[in-house]
């Protein structure tokens, strides 16, 4: 019933930057939270940024300073803006969304989108 749609991955080298949206659509009604993870071969899921709906934001340690989460909830997207990008940010993003349904919440997650930083 919820269907997430990522895009902005890609190659860049170290040092640059990226943009990663993630749009929701389907039965959302309300949302909790948005954010991202990620996992790099042999590494578990981990989370990179998150943001609830009242605008508060939680982040990794290793993307402190360097990445900024945002959330539009009228237009259910989240973007992830990456600056000064590193050889170990090389991972598999996936967003997440977690909505409100009944009187709990439900997890979505998109296919995930490749991040590559080589030069």
């Known amino acids: 019933q919820v269907q997430l749609v990522e895009s902005g991955g890609g190659l860049v080298q170290p040092g640059g930057s990226l943009r990663l949206s993630c749009a929701a659509s389907?039965?959302?009604?309300?949302?909790?939270?948005m954010g991202w993870y990620r996992q790099a071969p042999g590494n578990e899921r981990e989370l990179v940024a998150r943001?609830?709906?009242?605008?508060?934001?939680n982040y990794g340690d290793s993307v402190k300073g360097r990445f900024t989460i945002s959330g539009d909830y009228a237009k259910n997207t989240v973007y992830l803006q990456m600056n000064s990008l590193k050889a170990e940010d090389t991972a598999v993003y996936y967003c997440?969304?977690?909505?409100?349904?009944?009187?709990?919440?439900?997890?979505?997650w998109g296919q995930g989108t490749q991040v590559t930083v080589s030069s």
């Open positions: 997440n969304v977690v909505v409100r349904v009944g009187l709990g919440t439900f997890d979505s």
């Open positions: 389907g039965s959302i009604f309300s949302i909790k939270t």
């Open positions: 943001v609830t709906s009242g605008s508060s934001t």
